[in-house]
């Protein structure tokens, strides 16, 4: 169902993630999500990234793999 949610917002030019991403502030300034309108959100090989804003996005294009960790860290059992 997620992977059929994901072909059609793709083919519409809409983004949208499930409500169980793991994190409550941007992976890059560390603002919480949605304190400048609605989070820029998108895929990196496969994992939901949210980011603050889009102004973040050239930042986290230069090191995405310190930011995903992030991410994924976050849905590890226990955090």
């Known amino acids: 169902m997620k992977k ?6 793709a083919a519409t030019g809409t983004v949208a993630f499930a409500s169980d991403y793991p994190l409550t502030v941007c992976v ?5 999500l949605g304190s400048m309108g609605k ?15 889009e102004k973040c996005k050239p930042k986290f ?5 310190k ?3 992030k ?3 976050a849905r590890k059992p226990g955090n």
């Open 4 to 9: 059929l949610l994901s072909i059609l917002l």
């Open 28 to 32: 890059v300034s560390g603002e919480k």
């Open 39 to 53: 989070p820029y959100a998108f895929q990196y090989e496969g994992t939901d990234v949210q980011l603050c804003c």
């Open 61 to 65: 294009d230069k090191d995405p793999a």
């Open 67 to 69: 930011y995903v960790t």
């Open 71 to 73: 991410i994924t860290d």
